[in-house]
């Protein structure tokens, strides 16, 4: 390959200033790649601050004189179509289009992400998604009221931002092996909560008095960060001749060997993958893109899959709900209320982190996210019932929650998404990543888009239910873990007896 060309064809349009060395090189990786999915995620956060502003009780606020509506109408300063005593339904509406639009398109955009070059492909998404976010917004300005039009809006940016997380995901997964991948990508993963928080607090500078800049700025600074993708993303160490990473080492062996490779219950769907990917190959030629279906073959994926559905339904119904509930149930400002969510992201960075930390110390991704999911489930309880007791504890709580709800979240869409992605019965076709990535998130996002659904239709009977379909959800992810946490144990037991024996023999030998 010559340099200052990529894989996927094209120039690399890499500037003379770049890091020189491979340890930079990485570096330089994570913190573009950090910087784009913050984008894409802030731009998603404004929806949840501004619905509070699109619908709120009007009788303490002064109406405008030779304003047509009843002097006793407390709908009066609302945003029509959402001044309805079905606002909450409404609002839930113009959420599932994004979210559905989004579950959908995740599973096509993987394999489109596998065959397009990264840097356009990411180009394109984050100016189309700037394009649509500031859009939301300019219904303000040109002073629309047409539900149709918010729903047709949040279709179209919902599509374009599942272009996001695969590529990066894949793009990470190239430059990093497995060896700090928890840890690392624990940190890396953070942007989703930066995101968010960045996301709350540009929308609340404008909420309560142009709510469309809510939308049009983050809107823009998504579609810059496009424009910065296309100059300087590099999408491969071989691009820039480093050396690619090693994706496997002793102790993933361990775990993979705990159960009878002959006799375990995945060992003929390994080795009918492993002789499909060698059939796709040849030694001169690059390696064959994955089929679907064939992604679905590779061992855990199909549960972390069915686990990352419920646990993404209780993040995305946080994410989109949790301004809107403390605004009725403390009563604080559109303002005040979506600051004070922040503070649930703020724990799920030292939540994504911590579960990184973990996993990669017990090379246990299954257990680590298990074990918080657990506690999560009473931990949501007491939020509910004490939480709101005062500021205190419900900052305290608010973190707590977020570090238990986004810990194992942001681990499998990262860490382990990235592990099964390379896993070893691929035999070192890289090409996969893109399509596990997009099967995963996108069986995750149809949890995202069924939660905010269910928070709308539940809420009107009391946010005692919500909660409760929150504690049932997140049991269930857990249910869906306990064969691999079975699994890993095996290994750990195993490891345990290969070190015993070893201890012994050396005894004997002195």
């Known amino acids: ?183 690392i990508m624990g940190i890396w993963n953070s942007h989703t909560s930066v995101g968010n928080i960045l996301g709350s607090l540009i929308a609340g500078v404008w909420v309560d008095e142009q709510w469309g800049l809510s939308f049009v700025v983050p809107g823009i600074i998504t579609a810059v960060m496009g424009l910065v993708t296309f100059f300087f993303l590099i999408e491969y160490p071989e691009d820039v001749d480093c050396s690619p990473p090693q994706h496997h080492g002793e102790l993933e062996e361990n775990v993979d060997n705990a159960e009878d490779p002959g006799n375990g219950p995945h060992s003929n769907r390994e080795n009918g993958l492993e002789s499909a990917v060698t059939l796709s190959k040849e030694p001169s030629a690059q390696p064959a893109a994955i089929s679907f279906f064939g992604a ?98 419900s900052i305290v709580m608010l973190l707590t929650c977020g570090a238990l709800v986004n810990g194992p979240y942001a681990l499998i869409t990262t860490a382990v998404s990235a592990d099964l992605g390379t896993h070893k019965s691929l035999k070192g076709n890289a090409k996969a990543l893109s399509t596990v990535t997009a099967i995963i998130d996108g069986t995750g996002s149809i949890g995202a888009a069924l939660g905010p659904l269910l928070a709308g239709l539940i809420s009107p009977t009391g946010w005692n239910n919500v909660f409760y379909m929150l504690i049932t959800a997140d049991i269930l992810a857990c249910l869906f873990l306990c064969r691999l946490v079975y699994k890993e144990i095996l290994g750990w037991r195993s490891s345990l007896s290969r070190d015993r024996g070893s201890s012994v023999a050396l005894t004997h030998a002195r």
């Not at 770049?18 to 995620?41: A, M």
Request: hydrophobic share 45%; aromatic share 14%.
């Open 296 to 393: 679905l073959w590779i061992p855990g994926v199909v549960e972390f899959s069915l686990c990352l559905l419920f646990a993404k339904l209780v993040s995305y119904t946080f994410l989109y709900w949790l301004p809107l509930y403390i605004f009725n149930v403390v009563h604080f400002t559109a303002k005040e209320s979506g600051d004070l969510s922040t503070l649930f992201d703020v724990g799920g960075i030292a939540g994504g982190i911590l579960a990184g930390l973990i996993s990669d110390y017990t090379n246990g991704r299954a257990t680590t996210c298990c074990v918080m999911l657990i506690l999560a489930a009473p931990t949501m309880f007491l939020y509910n019932y004490v939480g709101q007791s005062g500021i205190s504890i």
């Open 1 to 183: 390959m010559l340099p200052g060309h990529s894989r996927g064809g094209g120039p690399s349009a890499l500037p003379a200033q770049l890091p020189t060395s491979p340890c930079r090189y990485r570096g330089f990786i994570l913190l573009i790649t950090f910087l784009i999915y913050t984008c894409y995620h802030m731009s998603r956060k404004p929806i949840s601050v501004v619905k509070s502003r699109l619908h709120h009780n009007c009788s303490e606020m002064i109406q405008p004189i030779g304003d047509t509506h009843r002097l006793n109408d407390t709908t009066w300063c609302n945003w029509a179509p959402f001044d309805q005593s079905n606002y909450k339904e409404l609002l839930g509406a113009v959420d599932n289009a994004f979210l559905v639009a989004y579950a959908i398109g995740m599973f096509i955009s993987g394999i489109f992400g596998e065959r397009l070059p990264l840097r356009y492909y990411l180009t394109a998404g984050m100016l189309l998604s700037g394009l649509f976010t500031s859009l939301f917004g300019l219904g303000y300005f040109w002073n629309i009221h047409a539900l149709w039009y918010f729903v047709l809006i949040q279709i179209c940016n919902g599509l374009v931002q599942t272009t996001g997380w695969p590529s990066v995901v894949t793009c990470v997964g190239n430059w990093f092996g497995k060896g700090k991948r928890g840890l």
